[in-house]
């Protein structure tokens, strides 16, 4: 620890399909400073690489310099932990293999570990948030896409390849809607964001009843206007979110009977639709779980602070970060 | 490693609906002796500690006495790592929740750990078997029901609880047939003994065609019939096969997006009938499993000899088990 107190902060780094967002992170998880990127700007990965460089370093330096930062964290769709590298991301600019850790220990001298966005996410609530002395948990982020970080006698699950924990991509139904992966009927193509928006045109194609969804072009329906309606009482809204939360109570029974975990954790939107969409999932689960599991795995709300969550959980990895020789 | 040279011996106990066998075990995975007891008849959990007992010291004494052995592993039904208990066993005479290990300790003198016995079966496997030197595998036994043990970064998973790798019942067709533990459409419906026994039923009714399954009565067709006409070419039993091995390897697809394990290693009398079993869920594997997965996880056979394996992979166990105070 002594090592700790010699280099006090971190940096934390969320790479996203949109924006790159990166920032100081304390000890006890405050987010001192921030700055982003545009991911999209940059079609050359070195190019990429010297952009955030040249918005970090500054930073850095603020906080006293390389000297003081214990190592980098950084989430990334498709991050592989053992190896620092982005693989095949379909989100990002760059194709193929990137190894983005050594490219950025070379350039800034930090040591630096990466894994996947949702893995970030899971160590972040293990070090700061909802998941804080939980050995055994699963952290399900329900934002575009559905993602997972596993978590189990206190380590995150990598799997022997770096890449497991795609709990997004189980099937919730088989030969059902077509996902973004290539295959059919994945939870992320019912419970993301996304997916949420299909049911709901679903639903208004097949039912005539009145709705406050009718009101907007059906292509443009989002997740937060099925939210909104429900707040409004609409019932095809509701019938929305029950939907979708009997097909994630469905899938964490499933998901119970591998690991048997004390919790499972939301984050992202849609978990932050409330009782709306926990109380179906809630009476899934009670139906569908094993008799053994019953009533034993709690259901909790991410604790992280929304605008610094994903750099505070890509932050959490920095300060395992192996020293560089 | 200097205790193991002073206590070179092992017990494993594998408690069984039927039987209870239990043996002598060296460090090198050898059975040395061996012996069993009617589990059915004893209805007092005392008196079947006790029958054990006097079978089990004759061994042991025959091997230099309780000093000479290390500990004792015990694979059951329901087992609890955590506690040494046997949790409501449905095939067991004995209800609630028996201190099994408790018992066995304070009748021989002798540290005992207790699991479930596909965990039993998985560090077996990792000891002595196919699945030494991996970290990361699944163990599914396919026998009188589907278990499972799991083994992520090296460890078996218990779960918060100490009942996770239930893995027979994921739900494999949604609705589908009833299950022993009173839902519908687990894995184990369909992929156990029974469940394929079930499907020949189902196939023999819903068909016209010929087959030598039809020489048998109905109700009275098990596993090894299916088996016994598909080497004899028999089409419709080899569709049987193919039916189940689409069903465990759509399973496995999930499983993978899961843990992303090295291997998959099937235990048990359906895993031995080879090809007719393993083609079709490598088949259904390949088309179901999310494309970074395509091609990364073995599919392997036991490697633990029938008679012992109950045996031998309980006994891995006792290795483990914490000395007594």
Redesign the interface.
């Known amino acids: 620890m002594a090592s700790n107190i010699e280099k006090p902060y971190v940096v934390g780094m969320d790479i996203g399909g949109t924006n790159t967002v990166f920032g100081i992170v304390d000890s006890r998880g405050n987010v001192l400073a921030s700055d982003s990127v545009k991911t999209q700007e940059y079609t050359e990965i070195d190019d990429y690489v010297e952009a955030v460089c040249k918005k970090l370093l500054p930073l850095v330096q603020k906080f006293g310099g390389v000297e003081n930062i214990k190592g980098m964290g950084v989430g990334a769709p ?1 991050g592989n932990y053992y190896n620092g590298t982005i ?2 991301a379909p989100n990002l600019p760059w194709k193929g293999i990137i190894p983005l850790a050594a490219k950025f220990e070379e350039s800034l001298g930090i040591p630096t570990a990466l894994t996947n966005d949702a893995n970030a996410a899971a160590i972040g609530e293990m070090t700061y948030g909802a998941a804080r002395g939980l ?2 948990f699963i952290m399900i982020t329900l934002g575009t896409g559905v993602g997972s970080g ?1 978590v ?2 206190g ?1 995150l ?11 997004g ?3 919730a ?2 030969d059902g809607r077509v996902c973004g ?3 059919k009927g994945c939870l992320e193509a019912y419970c993301s964001a996304t997916g949420v928006a299909r049911t709901a045109r679903e639903f208004l194609v097949a039912r005539s009843e009145p709705s406050l969804l009718r009101n907007i072009p059906a292509e443009s329906i989002q997740s937060k206007d099925v939210y909104d309606a429900a707040v409004k009482g609409d019932k095809l809204a509701k019938d929305i979110f029950d939907y979708t939360g009997m097909i994630l109570g ?1 899938a964490f ?3 119970i ?6 919790a499972i954790i939301l984050f992202g939107g849609l978990a932050k639709s409330g009782d709306y969409i926990m109380e179906p999932i809630k009476k899934a689960l009670d139906e ?1 779980v ?4 019953k009533g ?1 795995t709690k259901l909790l709300m991410s604790q992280l602070k929304d605008a610094d969550a994903a750099v505070l959980g890509a932050s959490a990895l920095g300060w395992e970060a192996k020293a560089l020789d």
């Open positions: 498709n693989e095949y050995r055994d596993i189990i006698n380590q699950v990598y799997g022997h390849d770096g890449f497991a924990g795609e709990l991509h189980v099937i139904e088989r992966c290539g295959r469905r029974a499933d998901f009977a591998f690991s048997s975990p004390e569908n094993l008799p053994i599991f034993k």
